[in-house]
């Protein structure tokens, strides 16, 4: 526990102007982030007695071993820093809102030819139109099914249209008159358009005008004793307000409004948002947040405002919002609603008649919401809790392990060997913190020099970052003596030439490289492998342990706990012990372990087989330098298939438009010193395939199943670890 007067800046040093500030633990992570119109005296306010200081703000001082400041001009541009740091450094002290589920919406890509009408989560894309969010999918759909009738817009995926497009034959929805069918060209591009456009219109709320012009339609089929027609359309408008009567009008002037209602404790808040549009409510959402600070109402409600329209721009964010108390200060807050939505927004809070009492329902389904999670969280945190008691107990551990790290080996028959890790911190998956393992220190099939070489590499790896960023002193290794560690140079770099990491990773869960220190000490962000678990787990028994230790001895490492699991009787085996622990089958710790072990089993399997499908793919026109997948195809079709290419001359590769004499000859060069493909397998019938029917890939063309040479046929009959 750091002493906050160690780090507290002079008075003269901080300056009396809007700015935002970050502090940062001894890791130079970034812990927490915050504005103010005076930093002076906002950061003063850190440092007075403990004692006087919010529980939680005292934890996260005393956690802080630093504090930074960024000064800006004006409250907004503090406001939109602040948003842009809480995104990118995820500070573990500020109100950070869970969304309770990934909320659906109803999406119209007007960005396509052919606009289509499809239920869409996740994030919003440019020149799509969205209307929502809904609560459930099957809620859309309902609507959609019955707009369709008087919309008859595209809802096909691109491969089914497509597929009617080349057949000349619509799907079933084209038939029975809920599809234009534009794939099969009963309607223009322009005309489907415009039914996009109009079903856009009615969901926007422009209702009114649509039905009164059906109904003018109606009458004068009727007139003119067209009575098939005038029920077809009697039949649509029925459809059209059956589906208005899913959104009940509550706001009787056609209100745009997004309406937040907030419920709180001492430890959590709730917040449950209403999306009003056309006077109807179009959608609902809400989020739940542990108070890891002393926040107020008000607080909470800017946290919902910024996670809520930080990516938002244009008709996303409503001329008005109604929210149950005000940010203190507010201009800086509306201007910065105002600047999202390119025009006035009102923010305020409703004191009388029918918007006070729809802000009374959606405070009800507030209280409702966090009601409902503290019901779930708590058994949750106890059930967690006594997990890691209980592990820490059964390892003898001093604490609990609130960082736990596993490892597991996948391979298939001594093919593509990989490692994974998976992160639980708190009894919970910390997916960001994942990483993968390419096995490259020797060829073969061995769990436990595998095992030992993704932990040294894991943990050289860790040691090279706390001496980089000096947490280490005098050129000391962790074993105290002074000398370089085997392999690493005193700068951090392997002795063998390549900078630390660069042998060992394919990427990490978020796409990133492993190779290289892409996180530097001063932006803040976590960086790879910079923070120790408490507990280490392998998948594995005795051998896979004690290789485990093994590593951490050599680097010189002895704080760090190790144990195994093995899969046969779920036995938890320590180093240097002959026999297992054996923890009930009741047991929540041996219950938290198994998850840990099977994510990590889950996490090296996937990444196994994404390598072995990549080298199944493989093709010997991919060793050809320079030719690229267009001229690999166009030699493909020019000849027919691989061994056709083979055997043909030189001269005859030429012929083929776009490839020269020299790359025709690295062309015969790369056929002629690769082996001829074992025969294909069409896994559909499994039947032979003559070479003919092999692509360029090596695999066939004749079935829409995804096809296997016969080797990897073989293969897949071994058994994946």
């Known amino acids: 526990m750091a002493d906050p007067s160690s780090y507290r800046p ?34 003063a306010s850190y440092f007075q007695d403990l004692a006087g200081l919010h529980p939680r703000t005292r934890t996260m001082v005393t956690t802080a071993a630093s504090v930074e400041w960024t000064v800006v001009s004006t409250e907004v541009e503090a406001l939109q820093l602040e948003y842009s740091w809480i995104k990118e450094f995820d500070p573990r002290f500020n109100v950070k809102y869970r969304d309770d589920k990934s909320y659906p919406y109803l999406a119209v890509t007007m960005n396509e030819e052919f606009p289509r009408v499809q239920v869409m989560r996740g994030h919003k894309r440019k020149g799509v139109r969205y209307f929502g969010p809904y609560g459930h999918a099957w809620a859309i759909r309902d609507t959609v099914d019955l707009l369709l009738r008087v919309f008859p817009v595209r809802t096909c ?17 084209g038939y029975i008159g809920k599809c234009s069918a534009p794939c099969v060209g009963r309607v223009s591009a322009e005309e489907h358009r415009e039914l996009a456009e109009e079903f856009c219109d009615f969901m926007a ?33 029925e459809a059209l307000k059956k589906a208005m009567e899913k959104n009940a009008v509550v706001l009787a002037d056609a209100t745009d409004a997004d309406l937040m209602a907030v419920a709180e404790d001492e430890l959590e808040a709730a917040v449950q948002i209403f999306h009003v549009r056309g006077g109807r409510v179009r959608g609902q959402r809400g989020w739940v947040t542990d108070k890891v600070e002393a926040v107020t109402t008000g607080d909470l409600v800017e946290h919902a405002l910024q996670q809520l329209y930080g990516e938002e721009t244009g008709d996303s964010v409503p001329k008005e919002v109604l929210v149950p108390a005000l940010p203190d200060p507010v201009e800086p807050v509306q201007e910065w609603l105002t600047e999202r939505r390119g025009s006035n927004v009102s923010l305020r809070i409703p004191q009388r008649g029918d918007k006070k009492a729809l802000m009374e329902t959606v405070q009800r389904n507030a209280l409702q919401a966090l009601g409902l999670h503290k019901t779930k969280r708590a058994s949750d945190l106890t059930t967690r809790s006594r997990a890691l008691e209980e592990i820490a107990g059964a390892l003898d551990l001093d604490s609990a392990p609130l960082r736990i790290e596993c490892y597991d080996i996948s391979h298939l028959q001594g093919d593509d060997v990989v490692a994974s890790m998976v992160v639980f911190e708190d009894g919970l998956q910390r997916k960001s913190e994942y990483r993968r393992f390419q096995i490259k220190g020797f060829e073969g ?42 392999g690493v140079s005193a700068d951090g770099t392997s002795t063998e030439g390549a900078p630390l990491g660069n042998a060992a990773l394919e990427g ?20 790879r492998f910079a923070y120790p678990p408490q507990l280490v787990v392998v998948d594995g028994g005795q051998p896979q342990v004690a290789a485990a230790k093994r590593a951490l001895d050599e680097l010189g490492i002895d704080d760090i706990a190790v144990c195994g699991l093995a899969k046969r009787l779920e036995e938890v085996w320590l180093p240097h012990e002959d026999d297992p622990v054996v923890l009930p089958r009741t047991s929540e710790g041996l219950y938290l372990l198994q998850r840990v072990r099977d994510e990590a089993h889950r996490f090296a399997i996937t990444y196994q087989r994404t390598k072995r499908a990549k080298r199944f793919k493989a093709s010997p026109l991919d060793e050809v330098p320079g030719l690229g997948e267009t001229r690999k195809q166009a030699l493909i079709k020019h000849f027919g298939s691989v061994k056709k290419l083979r055997s043909a001359t030189i001269d005859q590769i030429c012929e083929v438009p776009g490839i020269g004499r020299k790359t025709a000859e690295a062309v015969a060069v790369a056929l002629a010193q690769a082996a001829p493909a074992a025969p294909a397998v069409n896994t559909a019938t499994g039947e032979i395939m003559e070479d003919e029917e092999v692509g360029a890939s090596g695999t066939t063309t004749g079935s829409p199943e995804e096809p296997v040479t016969a080797g990897a046929s073989h293969e897949r009959r071994g058994q994946e670890t």
């Open 445 to 486: 099939q061995d769990d436990v020099r595998s095992m030992h070489e993704v932990i040294t590499r894991r943990f050289r790896r860790y040691l090279a970052e706390k001496e980089r960023t000096g947490e280490w002193t005098n050129g000391e290794n962790a074993s105290g003596d002074g000398a370089p560690r085997d």
């Open 508 to 527: 990490d869960t978020t796409g990133n490289a492993f190779a290289g220190n892409a996180f530097t000490e001063e932006d803040g962000r976590p960086k």
């Open 205 to 237: 709320g422009r209702t009114g005008t649509y039905i009164r012009r059906l109904e003018q339609r109606m009458t004068d089929a009727a007139e003119e004793m067209e009575y098939e027609r005038a029920a077809r359309l009697r039949d649509d408008i």
């Open 157 to 173: 995926s691109a491969g089914v249209f497509k597929n009617a497009a080349r057949t000349g034959r619509p799907c079933l929805l």
């Open 10 to 43: 002079k008075p003269g040093q901080i300056p009396d102007s809007p700015g935002v500030y970050k502090f940062r633990d001894e890791h130079r992570r970034v812990i927490y982030v915050g504005k103010a119109k005076s930093l002076r005296q906002r950061l």
